[in-house]
């Protein structure tokens, strides 16, 4: 990004002074987007038996925006909608997957984009590291998952905020952060990883937004959250209870903690205290026994239903607030009639219904 801005202590040739501001932006797609502005002020005093004084000011300001097609489907798509982030229902969901797809075979050919961001590893090592290896099994902790391969160190993934696993003629899981129309092209666009199996079967992880990781790593999980896996590894109601000793803070900065509940993220722990009737701004230590456990029972009821509808959003129970927590609308209901409002909890936009969550 470039940013001339002439500088105001320069010595000129006169009393007169331009600034001028120039931004680009510059993205992936061919977008870009420039904004001048130019000021010239100049100021006259003259001094004889009276005193005259003259300012003229002239402003210009000159805006050019210039957007290619391909560009406006992917800002409306990753920039301009409320996110739905990949959180343990979507990545369980893309870690079945790909098993189902992947699992017992060989990979014959790894393809891997020089992207030092979302693969720090390097593209050259990563690739050499999973030619030729089979794939054991696919495994997860939280939003990390991992594919376990028959020698060497597992291929390692983050989603991040808009990565994902696609495979080609395969309906891929709609996100709020995913375009509206799916793009069949192979390798698809944002591709990052591709990998071709001994069957001639195809699988390759995207990410528009480059928040996703890629690694390679011996132990996985010494690199997993330290929280539970909120959908295999939760608490008994006594452990659950002593797991919040000692804690403060809201029950959403608690909920979103990947160092007590690994997987669970923002929809989540809002759905959540929802069913909880909960207030997400509570402190921790405020819950009576009878409140910590209904708490227990609605994270386990959220992320086993989730998981149980593979994450796919339309098969959500109606009663959700999941359906209607997005876009700070004013007018949003609940199912029941409810009235939702939207705050700031733990830096995180929260949906809440005043009504019922105590």
């Not at 239903?305 to 339309?314: L, N, P």
Request: glycine share 6%.
């Amino acid at each position: 990004m470039s940013d001339p801005v002439s500088d105001p202590d320069r010595p000129g040739p006169g009393p007169t002074r331009t600034r001028t501001r120039c931004r680009t932006r510059t993205d992936p797609d061919p977008v870009s987007v420039s904004v001048s502005v130019s000021v010239s002020v100049s100021v006259s005093v003259s001094v004889s038996v009276s005193v005259s004084v003259s300012v003229s000011v002239s402003v210009s300001v000159s805006v050019s925006v210039s957007v290619s097609a391909s560009s406006v489907r992917v800002w409306s798509a990753v920039a301009a909608k409320p996110r739905r982030m990949p959180e343990l229902p979507e990545v369980e969901h893309t870690r079945a997957t790909i098993e189902r797809v992947a699992a017992r075979k060989v990979i014959t050919h790894a393809r891997v984009a020089k992207d030092p961001i979302v693969v720090p590893d390097g593209h050259a090592r990563v690739a050499r590291a999973l030619r030729g290896r089979r794939i054991v099994g696919v495994e997860r902790h939280g939003k990390l998952a991992w594919l376990v391969l028959d020698d060497g160190p597992a291929l390692t993934f983050h989603l991040g905020m808009s990565g994902a696993w696609r495979f080609p003629d395969d309906d891929p899981l709609a996100l709020s952060s995913s375009p509206k129309v799916v793009d069949r092209s192979w390798p698809p666009r944002f591709w990052k990883i591709e990998l071709t199996l001994e069957d001639g079967a195809q699988l390759a992880m995207i990410d528009p937004r480059r928040l996703g990781r890629l690694w390679l790593r011996d132990d996985p999980r010494a690199h997993a959250p330290a929280g539970f896996d909120a959908l295999h590894e939760l608490p008994a109601a006594r452990a659950f209870a002593a797991r919040l000793s000692g804690r403060r803070g809201s029950l959403k900065g608690l909920l979103l903690d990947q160092g007590f509940a690994a997987g669970v993220g923002n929809w989540i722990a809002d759905e959540v205290l929802y069913r909880a009737g909960l207030d997400p701004r509570r402190d921790v230590r405020s819950l009576a026994p009878e409140e910590i456990e209904g708490l227990r029972r609605a994270l386990r009821h959220v992320v086993r239903t989730a998981v149980k509808v593979d994450a796919r959003k339309d098969r959500f129970p109606r009663s959700w607030l999941f359906h209607v927590r997005w876009g700070k609308d004013r007018d949003a209901r609940t199912h029941d009639g409810e009235r939702v409002e939207h705050l700031t909890v733990a830096g995180r936009t929260t949906a809440w219904v005043p009504s019922r969550q105590r």
